[in-house]
């Protein structure tokens, strides 16, 4: 598009979603892995154990990445969707959690709380590859991500949260897929900020 813009249509003024829609997500991106584009392709998706999928309605918006979801599923993969509405890819789900709209992060810090407590994380994994890992644990291992706090927050039952959890820890092969619906909030990087990555 760039080249069509410049030699064709004889204009430097060629913009992409990745400037404004995608912003905390390159910004986030490239904090933690240091380039803000996808981590694997699409068709890697087809190999994933578990899909644990947050704000995208592949179906409707990916519908390619959408096939290799179902490839997976196909293949015994369990998949997980996470959004407030009954998109047609969260019919597709073996468990569709339904938390209450801007509740995601209040989701998430209670996830990777019990991810933490039981011991699920990688040790080796975070030594070697991150950086400010006490500052996150501090930030969602507060009472207020507890379980049965994070549940009466997001509307989620502490059950669905669990097996969510076990599904992750479980697989060999996790793949994680979100779209607009985690990234864009009120100010773009607020996902990001709000787990200690800015």
């Not at 400037?19 to 068709?43: D, E, K, P, Y």
């Not at 290799?68 to 993969?77: D, E, H, V």
């Not at 994070?150 to 479980?170: A, L, Y």
Request: net charge positive; charged share 20%; aromatic share 8%.
């Amino acid at each position: 598009m760039q080249k069509l813009g410049r030699l064709v249509l004889k204009t430097q003024n060629v913009d992409h979603c990745a400037r404004l829609c995608h912003a905390s997500t390159v910004a986030g991106l490239a904090q933690v892995f240091g380039s803000g584009a996808m981590t694997n392709s699409i068709s890697d998706l087809a190999d994933a154990e578990c899909a644990f999928i947050i704000g995208s309605n592949n179906f409707e918006a990916r519908p390619f990445a959408g096939r290799k979801l179902m490839q997976a599923k196909r293949n015994g993969a369990k998949i997980i969707v996470c959004d407030p509405r009954r998109t047609p890819t969260a019919k597709q789900a073996h468990l569709h959690i339904q938390h209450y709209s801007g509740t995601d992060i209040a989701l998430l810090n209670g996830m990777m709380q019990y991810i933490i407590k039981n011991g699920w994380k990688n040790k080796e994994f975070i030594n070697a590859r991150t950086l400010g890992y006490e500052d996150f644990k501090s930030c969602v291992m507060q009472e207020k991500y507890s379980l049965e706090n994070v549940s009466k927050i997001t509307g989620v039952p502490v059950e669905h949260i669990r097996t969510t959890c076990q599904w992750i820890h479980k697989a060999d092969k996790t793949t994680a897929l979100y779209t607009l619906g985690i990234t864009q909030h009120t100010v773009g990087v607020d996902d990001v900020r709000s787990i200690g990555y800015l």
